[in-house]
């Protein structure tokens, strides 16, 4: 069963559920209301989670139209609009999510992310900064690794490091975070731990052109002659066009 499928299902019963006896129309109630919005929110997520943008829209607006305050919807659209690039409605929708709960560790950690991607750091920031007051949320790492990027965005080199180190430290299976602490530690020429980064970065995630830029460097400091050799091919291989290739041509 597809994840939509089962969210259907899901909100199929949600509504049977609903319907105690008689002739009682279930959406007369609050609580046959509330339990209709929050299944077509679900429903919403789940065309998201699937790349259906465009169809999430319909279960989500129906949410509305029962709860037109509705932070779990608002917030959803507004992930629906950044995926369609519609950055203004994006933008206008997770602001209706946190006028409803401003306390809302996901909802802020997901706008702080759209503010991240329209390269408003400075907001950006201050979005991740509250979300990590929710000491019991339990994406916080994910929220450490966002705010740690962000302040390398800001130019708060050190502050950005002890976040990402913070990040990995709650959960160490974080790729993104991992590279960037390799990066990091391989420009203060802390090679050993560099390794590190970049090995557990490795086993989890698959190359992309900086990592394997980087993985030429340090194959090149440890004198790991094959390596680098493989690392240089896959590099020209599958990025020829990319600045990172460049750079390792300018490097040989």
Same mark, same amino acid.
Not at 2 to 25: D, E, I, K, P
Not at 173 to 183: D, F
């Given at each position: 069963?597809?994840?939509?499928?089962?969210?259907?299902?899901?909100?199929?019963? =949600?509504?049977?559920?609903?319907v105690t006896t008689g002739q009682v129309n279930p959406m007369s109630t609050s609580k046959g209301r509330d339990e209709a919005r929050k299944a077509y929110v679900q429903l919403g997520i789940g *065309? =998201?989670?699937?790349?259906?943008?465009?169809?999430?829209?319909?279960?989500?607006?129906?949410?509305?139209?029962?709860?037109?305050?509705?932070?779990?919807?608002?917030?959803?659209?507004?992930?629906?609009?950044?995926?369609?690039?519609?950055?203004?409605?994006?933008?206008?929708?997770?602001?209706?999510?946190?006028?409803?709960?401003?306390?809302?560790?996901?909802?802020?950690?997901?706008?702080?992310?759209?503010?991240?991607?329209?390269?408003?750091?400075?907001?950006?920031?201050?979005?991740?900064? #509250?979300?990590?007051?929710?000491?019991?949320?339990?994406?916080?790492?994910?929220?450490?690794?966002?705010?740690?990027?962000?302040?390398?965005?800001?130019?708060?080199?050190?502050?950005?490091?002890?976040?990402?180190? #913070?990040? =990995?430290?709650?959960?160490?299976?974080?790729?993104?975070?991992?590279?960037?602490?390799?990066?990091?530690?391989?420009?203060?020429?802390? *090679?050993?731990?560099?390794?590190? *980064?970049?090995?557990?970065?490795?086993?989890?995630?698959?190359?992309?052109?900086?990592? =394997?830029?980087?993985?030429?460097?340090?194959?090149?400091?440890?004198?790991?002659?094959? #390596?680098?050799?493989?690392?240089?091919?896959?590099?020209?291989?599958?990025?020829?066009?990319?600045?990172?290739?460049?750079?390792?041509l300018s490097e040989q």
């Amino acid at each position: 069963m597809t994840l939509r499928a089962a969210l259907l299902l899901l909100f199929v019963s =949600l509504l049977a559920g609903c319907v105690t006896t008689g002739q009682v129309n279930p959406m007369s109630t609050s609580k046959g209301r509330d339990e209709a919005r929050k299944a077509y929110v679900q429903l919403g997520i789940g *065309y =998201l989670q699937e790349g259906a943008a465009e169809r999430a829209k319909v279960p989500l607006k129906k949410a509305l139209e029962l709860d037109a305050s509705d932070p779990d919807a608002n917030a959803a659209l507004g992930l629906v609009f950044q995926a369609e690039m519609e950055p203004k409605l994006a933008d206008e929708y997770f602001r209706k999510a946190i006028s409803s709960r401003g306390d809302d560790a996901r909802i802020l950690n997901n706008y702080g992310s759209f503010l991240y991607e329209q390269k408003q750091y400075q907001d950006a920031y201050a979005m991740f900064e #509250k979300a990590s007051a929710d000491i019991l949320y339990p994406e916080r790492s994910r929220v450490f690794e966002n705010m740690g990027m962000t302040a390398l965005k800001l130019g708060q080199r050190e502050q950005g490091q002890q976040l990402l180190d #913070k990040a =990995l430290r709650l959960n160490g299976q974080q790729p993104r975070a991992l590279l960037e602490m390799a990066e990091l530690s391989y420009e203060d020429r802390h *090679y050993v731990p560099s390794r590190g *980064y970049y090995d557990r970065f490795s086993q989890m995630s698959e190359q992309n052109a900086r990592s =394997l830029l980087l993985g030429t460097r340090l194959a090149k400091v440890f004198e790991d002659k094959n #390596k680098a050799a493989s690392f240089g091919l896959q590099l020209r291989r599958l990025y020829p066009g990319t600045p990172e290739y460049q750079q390792y041509l300018s490097e040989q």
